[in-house]
T-cell receptor, first 112, second 113 residues
Framework: DAGITQSPRHKVTETGTPVTLRCHQTENHRYMYWYRQDPGHGLRLIHYSYGVKDTDKGEVSDGYSVSRSKTEDFLLTLESATSSQTSVYFC???????????FGPGTRLLVL | KQEVTQIPAALSVPEGENLVLNCSFTDSAIYNLQWFRQDPGKGLTSLLLIQSSQREQTSGRLNASLDKSSGRSTLYIAASQPGDSATYLCAAGIQGGSEKLVFGKGTKLTVNP
């Protein structure tokens, strides 16, 4: 258990509404990642962070923004949710250079 | 662009069988190669990490190998058990520093009692 929590765990929303997902870690690790997992695509990196206020884009960043104002929290925002953003979202942390990533339990998001 | 492929997509074996899961990647310039397990409705659990300078890693009944020159990794599971049933994902670590991961789509393993 790497002390990673995600909230909410489940969310149903409507197209066009803003949505924010939260990833919280208790161990003050520098690197944090947001992925989405979809059937037929596997896990794909959305955004990642390498420190407070330091973020960068991943493979599928369009339509998503992130913020990290504290070491322990990494927020993923869908500014205007679309049905194509229905997915399972996973947060991950990395403890150090060359180490594996530890994943949170995921958030299931349904956009109607 | 790095692409990771896992074949087969699904595998069903009887309990006790030794088995091999395959992973291939298109760009040999990887930082490391990682294997994860995912149970239905759950997050990913790290199984093994092989650094680019290593050839293999072992943990219990699991052994993972890496051949960068051929762009292949294998996960060997000895004496499979029903509790090994899960989806197994491999991921290529790219870009030292950020160490981003590029995932395959996974192999769904079912071990029948």
């Amino acid at each position: 258990d790497a002390g990673i929590t995600q909230s909410p765990r489940h969310k149903v929303t409507e197209t066009g509404t803003p949505v924010t997902l939260r990833c919280h870690q208790t161990e003050n690790h520098r690197y944090m990642y947001w992925y989405r997992q979809d059937p037929g695509h596997g896990l794909r990196l959305i955004h990642y962070s390498y420190g407070v206020k330091d973020t960068d884009k991943g493979e599928v960043s369009d339509g998503y923004s992130v913020s990290r104002s504290k070491t322990e929290d990494f927020l993923l925002t869908l500014e205007s949710a679309t049905s194509s953003q229905t997915s399972v979202y996973f947060c991950a942390i990395r403890r150090g250079a060359g180490e594996t990533q530890y994943f949170g339990p995921g958030t299931r998001l349904l956009v109607l | 662009k790095q692409e990771v492929t896992q074949i087969p997509a699904a595998l069903s074996v009887p309990e006790g069988e030794n088995l091999v899961l395959n992973c291939s990647f298109t760009d040999s310039a990887i930082y490391n190669l990682q294997w994860f397990r995912q149970d239905p409705g759950k997050g990913l659990t790290s199984l093994l990490l092989i650094q680019s300078s290593q050839r293999e890693q072992t943990s219990g009944r699991l052994n993972a190998s890496l051949d960068k020159s051929s762009g292949r990794s294998t996960l060997y599971i000895a004496a499979s058990q029903p509790g090994d049933s899960a989806t197994y994902l491999c991921a290529a670590g790219i870009q030292g520093g950020s160490e981003k991961l590029v995932f395959g789509k996974g192999t769904k393993l079912t071990v029948n009692p």
